[in-house]
């Protein structure tokens, strides 16, 4: 809402107002410290969190209610604190989010709430006067509090927030001052109430904190939050109190959908309906201070979360179907309230919901920018209903279109004739901006503001026939405003600032709506195409061929290409179609193929912004084009989904690449490269091949995929099997350390084993593969076990015999005999050692152990004293 009056200045000579583009610092004269309370520590946050731009300042001014201010602003440049003089500046009146509700107005623009903008233009000085007259009465206003220089207030915040500013709130540095309009000193005194809700306690319903509320509210407060059915009427009575009496046969307020709870339920009481802003409902209380009223509720069993055995708390996720109540006295937030969310879930034995699906019925990622994974392979994510499709799609400014959609159940049956679609049109917080005509209702692109946050800027419904709705949609901007065009109907347009509407839909009644959001673009028509030159002279059939120049690209329209002879005296005009392979994301470079037709003439390109034709000859053919090239210098590691390019003459003409024999997608360049994904299922070492109509090209050199190792054979002796398994193990060596070689056994992609050989140490197995080098980690290579074969003498006496053993690996040794350990004598081998029978020992087996493990004698050694 705007206005044009309340501001004077004079200017400095009367002419127009000079336009200003830098960086502004306003003041406010006459307000400052000494006469308001300075709450710079919220303008540094403010700015902080990149709200406004640096330089803040925020006040906290108390005046009378019913009062006109006069308030004058000194404006100048903040590149060097020149006044700016002649020069336009918006007074902005109740300012978006500051929960402004005082009835004011500037000259002919008024206000009860919403923001109001007004204009004057500085004099000399750069200075500028607007007035700000209050019309609310003392019994809406705060208690006098005997001073300014106070930020705290008493009874109703009846607040104005007010600025001003030349071009922005981000752009220049302002300040920011709160108007709280008082009751005069000599007011009747308001008492403060209690109002306790009645039979609504913790043993019936959620008590939910209150931390952080204290700013906000007086001291005493309560939250509750209650369950009932959706679709029900609910009684709730109120006791109020004043200084503990009952306060008996008083006019109350009941705060229906509370100011910036979020409430979103379809609720009345007493025949006002909650439409997304708070309603206030005044009620009287009986004798005994009670009053009592009736919340209707007409949501359906769609609109509200499943039932759940204890109907108390919202669900963490899901509709969170609510409507907040508070009932208030003449003090607002500082009386001692009760505050009580009535949340609405579905009868234990509803009928369940009908699911549609609502689908965009010509438009698709064919034809406009496909943004349901644009935050990546999972789709929009869990803050968007499962199955959500999000797509924009270019308009021309100015034109008129249908919208069609497709409505059919989640069986994929047509919707009945005559179901009933509800549109949002300008969706709340999709920041929506431009003005369309939708099936005769005005959408003007300006963002409306609730008491509880923003609201769709229109709605209108649409009705079901033969599966089909269809909206007639006008789109009224002018095209100097719109969308710059990004020459490709499947461009992203967030880079480009777009002037669009958003549309979101339900289908009516007990129904839960799958849909396709729509985002309408506004955009600029193209320039017209040029072309400079033709990469060949002549070409065969389905040859590609290169165009360059620029504006090839259309957002509104797909581009067309022809082979142009004009007529002669003897022949009449030949306009033969060309294929359009690819266009360039920049719009410089089109890639055709060759028309199957023996014809000399221009190319010429032509899309909504207009036609080109080009100067250079071209000789097409009718034979066939030859084979795509592939120039490959080398075998290449590339991983699956990873992108490889591929240059080669004519190599853009193919109408298949693949990995061995899996097809692999692809993407255009140029006339010479393309650029491919390898695709899910190629094999590591697999060969490349392009076809076309001339034929196949398959290449000699092969792309490899790394080697993955997911388990390995920790340890084993020579000779023992040493198992590997992960993917792309196709070894081309094997290699222990000590560099001994082994050779693969098996040796299938996934399990490749092989045999420890040799003269293999401790340390890891190193695996050969197209792709490179891959290690195990450490394998320890177990020694031989020890072998006993025989030992002298069978009989020995304690202390005095030498005992000989021969066997095998027994370098290393630990001996005993039976239990007991003996000294091994100098000169042992890995074939025999000896030793003196111990004085301990007695008769048994001689026992051998080695890293290799252990073992033991046959015979027992006779032990005598």
């Known amino acids: 809402m705007r206005g044009n009056g309340g501001g004077n200045g004079g200017g400095n000579g009367g002419g127009d107002p000079v336009p200003f583009t830098g960086n502004a610092v306003i003041r406010l004269a006459g307000v400052d410290a000494t006469n308001t309370y300075n709450r710079q520590a919220d303008a540094d946050f403010f700015v902080g969190q990149g709200w406004y731009r640096g330089g803040l300042r925020t006040y906290t001014k108390q005046v009378p209610v019913g009062s006109t201010q006069q308030l004058t602003f000194v404006v100048s440049n903040a590149a060097d604190g020149a006044p700016l003089a002649n020069t336009t500046v918006k007074f902005v009146i109740n300012k978006d989010y500051s929960g402004s509700i005082a009835k004011v107005s500037s000259g002919a623009a008024s206000s009860t709430g919403a923001q109001v903008i007004v204009t004057g233009v500085t004099n000399a000085s750069g200075q500028v006067t607007f007035s700000i007259a209050n019309t609310d009465v003392a019994a809406d206003a705060a208690d006098n509090p005997g001073t300014n220089l106070s930020g705290n207030y008493a009874g ?100 229906l959908g509370k100011a910036y709870s979020g409430s979103n339920a379809q609720v009345s009481v007493n025949g006002v309906a909650y439409t997304g802003q708070e309603k206030s409902i005044d ?24 039932f759940q055995a204890n109907n108390l708390l919202h669900p963490a996720g899901g509709k969170h179907l609510f409507v907040q109540l508070a009932l208030v006295g003449e003090k607002g937030n500082q009386d001692v309230l009760d505050i009580l969310d009535l949340n609405y879930y579905q009868d234990e034995y509803a009928t369940p919901p009908v699911n549609y699906n609502v689908r965009l019925a010509d438009w698709n990622a064919t034809n406009s920018f496909d943004g349901t994974r644009v935050w990546g392979d999972s789709g929009l994510g869990s803050w968007f209903p499962a199955g959500t499709g999000y797509f924009a799609h270019y308009v021309a400014a100015g034109s008129t279109f249908n919208l069609k959609y497709s409505v059919k159940t989640a069986a994929g049956v047509n919707a009945p004739n005559g179901t009933v679609v509800n549109l949002r049109l300008g969706t709340a917080w999709s920041s929506s901006n431009a003005k369309f005509t939708v099936n005769g209702v005005e959408v003007d692109g300006l963002t409306k503001w609730g008491a509880n946050g ?70 600029q028509k193209a320039a017209a195409p040029t072309i400079s030159s033709v990469s060949a002279t002549s070409g065969k059939n389905g040859q590609a061929i290169d165009i360059v120049g620029t504006n090839f690209g259309d957002a509104l329209s797909a581009t067309t290409v022809s082979l142009f002879t004009p007529a002669t005296s003897k022949t009449a005009a030949v306009t033969t179609p060309v294929r359009v392979i690819a266009v360039s994301a920049d719009g410089t470079r089109m890639t055709v193929a060759s028309p199957n037709k023996a014809q000399k003439g221009n190319f010429k390109v032509s899309h909504a912004g207009g036609t080109v034709t080009g100067t250079s000859v071209f000789s097409a053919s009718t034979s066939a084009t030859s084979k795509p090239a592939i120039t490959f210098a080398d075998s290449v590691v590339k991983e699956i989904g990873q992108t490889l390019t591929l240059s080669g003459a004519n190599i853009a003409s193919s109408t298949s690449i ?100 040799a003269g293999a140490l401790t340390g890891p197995i190193k695996i050969t593969t197209g792709a490179g080098e891959i290690y195990t980690s450490s394998f320890t290579v177990v020694p031989p076990a020890p072998t006993v074969a025989s030992f002298t003498p069978a009989t020995g006496k304690k202390g005095v015999a030498v005992v000989t053993v021969k066997g095998t690996n027994l370098l290393g040794a630990t001996v005993t005999v039976g239990s007991v350990a003996v000294t091994l004598s100098a000169g042992a081998t890995a074939t025999s050692f000896k030793f003196v029978i111990p004085a301990g020992a007695s008769t048994g087996k001689i026992n051998v152990t080695t890293a290799g493990g252990t073992a033991s004698s046959t015979a027992n050694l006779t032990v005598t004293n």
């Open 454 to 523: 923003q609201l769709d800027q229109a709605t209108t419904t649409a009705t079901v026939q033969n599966g089909f709705i269809t909206l007639s949609v006008k789109s009224n901007d002018l095209e100097e405003d719109a969308t710059p065009n990004p020459g490709s109907a499947t461009a992203n347009p967030d880079p480009l600032n777009p002037l669009f509407m958003q549309i979101q839909l339900k289908v009516a009644g007990n129904a839960n709506t799958t849909q396709d959001w729509i985002n309408i673009v506004v955009t």
């Open 156 to 255: 109703k915040k009846l607040l104005s927030q007010v600025t001003a500013w030349v071009t922005n709130q981000n752009t220049d540095s302002i300040d920011l001052v709160d108007l709280i309009y008082f009751k005069p000193a000599d007011a009747v005194v308001v008492p403060q109430i209690t109002t306790r809700v009645t039979g609504i306690d913790a043993t019936n319903a959620a008590v939910g904190s209150t931390e952080g509320w204290a700013q906000y509210y007086a001291a005493g407060l309560r939250f509750f939050e209650r369950g009932v059915t959706v679709g029900t009427n609910t009684t709730v009575s109120y006791t109020v109190t004043a200084d503990g009496a009952p306060y008996a046969n008083k006019t109350v307020h009941l705060l």
């Open 283 to 306: 009620l009287v209380t009986d004798a005994n201070g009670v009053v009592t009223f009736t919340v209707v509720n007409t949501n359906v069993t769609a609109d509200a979360d499943p």
């Open 658 to 757: 693949k990995f061995g024999t899996v097809e692999a997608a692809f993407t255009v360049v140029n006339a010479s490269t393309v650029s491919v994904i390898v695709p899910v299922g190629a094999v590591s070492g697999s060969k490349i091949s392009a076809t076309n109509a001339g034929g196949t090209t398959t290449t000699t050199k092969v792309v490899f995929q790394a080697a993955v190792i997911t388990t390995a054979t920790a340890n084993g002796r020579v000779g023992n099997t040493v198992t590997v398994t992960g993917k792309n193990l196709v070894a081309t060596a094997i290699s222990f350390a000590g560099n001994k070689t082994a050779k693969a056994v098996v040796n299938n992609g996934t399990t490749l084993t092989f045999v420890v050989p």
